[in-house]
């Protein structure tokens, strides 16, 4: 058997065996999902510590970066001899110090924030505690006094009391009475849990030491990886495309907290001049849930008030007319200068972002639904990009920019940049063309004008020397055919 037989043979084979094996495994997961999301949900408890660490790890990435760059740039400059200790020794200064960075940053927000958090939980507590059994003499004195004007009224209440009783009573036998059972075992599996939570937690964080000494080393071993297992242009795509995520989230996060960070600080010192009460407890709501695109400050600002009401109501308008006003100014000049230059995306997407992953994924789809969509979607703007030109149809997109596209927002988008280097190459490509067809006629001018004369000369030449010839076959025919060296000598 050829060669070639063969490899088709074995070509065939291996669609062959692969798509059995996609539908085998297509069909497991579809009777057996059960199986499959406790196999998934082990599996997702035993890499626990190496997720949370590498989470660590991305997240003290930029830090780390900032100070093997700027602080000990002069290592890396030293000489042939000690690049490669000298580079050992500004990582491992690095990662040190990015630790103590972050380690005094939270030890400060915590030293500052929690005190004053208790403080107002404790405040608020011991006032609904003052304050609810005024509530419910307050209302049941009015309703008495409605009652005492209107019999019909109070005798259908009566009714409804009874039937809510038998309700709360079923729900008391039913419900209550088998949790309450339990509640012992809930206890102890919760204690559990977060016994091993905090386990993991603490392994993630030295694990996210050696993620961030060694992400050079890694991320190299994972481009040899990508080249081994894919061509050279596939291999640059993903790896490109791997560098655009990381733009995305690291960028997206970082503004995402920085802003976070002044909102909170704004809304204390507002609240503060204000007057409000729980000024600490309600700017530090409002401060973390402003991560959350578009729902964050309305999540925040809701049981803010409600908190507020408890004992201020007038000041409840303040806040609420506060919170409108703050929503404005970091919409449209916090958030586009810290987080708009990381991230070009229309609100729509955004929106659509937030509630598609946030319904997969719950708090964290909130958080991360943004940059991931933004990863999505440039995947399938690349995508569409090389099938246009594939089939030649790129005008469409230079049309398209020019009709509805935005230029300031498409300079830093990455499929908007392939679009303009795009077209810059087929300029270029159209110029060379024409310099070179330009060049067999491009001569310097004197060479020129010397070759225009001596063309004009060779032409009048070549005229005298086709009317001699001529006379000659015309007016001497006979003359050619006796004497043929005569007429030779003459011609020449």
């Known amino acids: 058997m050829n060669k070639e037989k063969l490899r088709r043979v074995i070509f065939y084979a291996l669609i062959i065996f692969f798509g059995l094996a996609l539908s085998i495994t297509y069909f497991f997961i579809l009777f057996k999902s059960d199986n499959v999301g406790s196999t998934l949900a082990f599996i997702t408890s035993v890499l626990r510590p190496f997720i949370i660490g590498a989470v660590i790890a991305y997240v003290m990435k930029s830090t780390c970066n900032f100070y093997e760059k700027h602080i000990f740039h002069g290592l890396l400059k030293s000489g042939k001899r000690a690049v490669k200790p000298a580079k050992k020794t500004a990582?491992?200064?690095s990662v040190?110090?990015?630790?103590?960075?972050?380690?005094?940053?939270?030890?400060?927000?915590?030293w500052i924030v929690i005190p004053?958090?208790?403080?107002?939980?404790?405040?608020?507590?011991?006032?609904?505690y003052e304050n609810i059994p005024v509530y419910i003499e307050t209302l049941r004195v009015k309703i008495e006094s409605y009652f005492a004007d209107n019999p019909q009224a109070q005798e259908y209440f009566e009714q409804v009391i009874e039937k809510a009783r038998e309700i709360f009573d079923n729900w008391m036998d039913e419900n209550l009475q088998p949790f309450l059972s339990e509640l012992g075992n809930y206890a102890i599996s919760g204690l559990v849990n977060f016994v091993v939570i905090l386990k993991d937690t603490v392994i993630g964080i030295v694990l996210s030491a050696f993620f961030l000494a060694g992400r050079k080393v890694l991320a190299e071993k994972c481009k040899i990886f990508m080249h081994c297992i894919f061509k050279d242009k596939a291999a640059n795509a993903i790896i490109d495309e791997f560098r655009f995520a990381d733009k995305m989230f690291s960028g997206f996060l970082q503004g995402k907290v920085i802003?976070?960070?002044?909102?909170?600080?704004?809304?204390?010192?507002a609240?503060?001049?204000?007057?409000?009460p729980y000024a600490p407890l309600v700017s530090v709501i409002c401060g973390v849930t402003n991560i959350i695109p578009i729902f964050g400050p309305f999540i925040g600002s809701v049981p803010s008030a409600i908190i507020i009401l408890t004992e201020d109501p007038i000041k409840v308008i303040y806040f609420i007319a506060f919170v409108c006003i703050m929503q404005f100014i970091d919409a449209n000049i916090i958030d586009p200068h810290i987080v708009g230059g990381n991230i070009k995306m229309s609100s729509f997407c955004v929106l659509f972002a937030v509630i598609?992953?946030?319904?997969?994924?719950?708090?964290?789809?909130?958080?991360?639904?943004?940059?991931?969509?933004?990863v999505i979607y440039d995947i399938g703007k690349k995508l569409a990009f090389y099938l246009l030109r594939k089939k030649g149809k790129f005008?469409?997109?230079?049309?398209?920019?020019?009709?509805y596209g935005n230029n300031k927002s498409n300079k830093n988008t990455s499929g908007d940049k392939n679009v303009k280097t795009k077209l810059k190459k087929d300029k270029k490509e159209k110029k060379k063309t024409k310099a070179s067809e330009n060049k067999d006629g491009e001569i310097t001018p004197g060479i020129n004008a010397e070759n225009a004369e001596n063309r004009k000369s060779d032409n009048t030449d070549s005229e005298g020397i086709d009317s001699d010839l001529s006379e000659i076959n015309v007016g001497g025919s006979d003359k050619t055919e006796e004497n043929p060296d005569n007429n030779t000598a003459e011609t020449k």
């Open 91 to 93: 990582g491992i200064l």
């Open 96 to 110: 040190i110090l990015t630790y103590i960075t972050w380690i005094i940053i939270l030890g400060l927000l915590l």
């Open 116 to 128: 004053q958090f208790i403080e107002s939980i404790v405040k608020l507590v011991k006032q609904l």
């Open 259 to 269: 802003d976070s960070a002044i909102i909170g600080i704004l809304y204390y010192i």
């Open 271 to 276: 609240m503060v001049f204000m007057d409000v």
């Open 356 to 374: 598609f992953f946030g319904g997969l994924w719950g708090f964290m789809g909130l958080l991360v639904g943004v940059p991931t969509f933004a």
């Open 395 to 403: 005008h469409m997109v230079e049309s398209f920019n020019e009709h």
